[in-house]
T-cell receptor
Framework: DTGVSQNPRHKITKRGQNVTFRCDPI?????LYWYRQTLGQGPEFLTY????????KSRLLSDRFSAERPKGSFSTLEIQRTEQGDSAMYLC?????????????????FGDGTRLSIL | GNSVTQMEGPVTLSEEAFLTINCTYT??????LFWYVQYPGEGLQLLLK?????DKGSNKGFEATYRKETTSFHLEKGSVQVSDSAVYFC????????????????FGRGTSLIVHP
């Protein structure tokens, strides 16, 4: 278990540029989540995947944001035409599916995040 | 919708003091409840969990009991250490809707704990 890996750790870019982040989950985990975290706040849910299927997207996720998990393993989060308000820590987490007979989530394992700064 | 409310920080304590961080929630269905801890510069780590009413989660001297009647999941530790200084997040799991889909987790804002020697 090498844990959840996120790259890059830091990204600084000019407003209007596109950025892409990568997340490598724990290999046996079929669920993958993306969150945004700003200073003094908890993680805000953005989207999640079950294998390669994107099952939920937050209303926070504007059409400038897109996420993929093409083979059900790693995932990418792209932000197009970045804005000042996109500056935040972007967290990825993975988990197993709910156990048989349960209807709630398993605990999530988080990466260390990608800090995005928009100049 | 679901929500989690945590006491505001920072909470400042001396080493060996007793810790309580309050957490209350609103949710439909019967979610699992979690406490996560975040050390500076790191991602969140699961501290403990409880999956049903009256369950007690415990780890590293921390405890929390799932109280359905008061919709609470308060975090406690009998004797804190300097190394416990971190931000603590209360969270509830998503719960599958009868219509079939949502497992969206909800996190509180976090409570910063500072422990002095």
């Amino acid at each position: 278990d090498t844990g959840v890996s996120q790259n890059p750790r830091h990204k600084i870019t000019k407003r209007g540029q596109n950025v892409t982040f990568r997340c490598d989950p724990i290999s046996e985990h079929n669920r993958l989540y993306w969150y945004r975290q700003t200073l003094g706040q908890g993680p805000e849910f953005l989207t999640y995947f079950q294998n390669e299927a994107q099952l939920e997207k937050s209303r926070l996720l504007s059409d400038r944001f897109s996420a993929e998990r093409p083979k059900g393993s790693f995932s990418t989060l792209e932000i197009q035409r970045t804005e000042q308000g996109d500056s935040a820590m972007y967290l990825c987490a993975s988990s197993l599916s709910p156990t048989t007979g349960s209807n709630s989530n398993q605990p999530q394992h988080f990466g260390d995040g990608t800090r995005l700064s928009i100049l | 919708g679901n929500s989690v409310t945590q006491m505001e920080g920072p909470v400042t304590l001396s080493e060996e003091a007793f810790l309580t961080i309050n957490c209350t929630y609103t949710a439909t269905g019967y979610p699992s409840l979690f406490w996560y801890v975040q050390y500076p510069g790191e991602g969140l780590q699961l501290l403990l969990k409880a999956t049903k009413a009256d369950d007690k989660g415990s780890n590293k001297g921390f405890e929390a009991t799932y109280r359905k009647e008061t919709t609470s999941f308060h975090l406690e530790k009998g004797s804190v250490q300097v190394s416990d200084s971190a931000v603590y997040f209360c969270a509830l799991s998503g719960v599958r809707r009868a219509s079939g889909g949502s497992y969206i987790p909800t996190f509180g804002r976090g409570t910063s704990l500072i422990v002095h020697p």
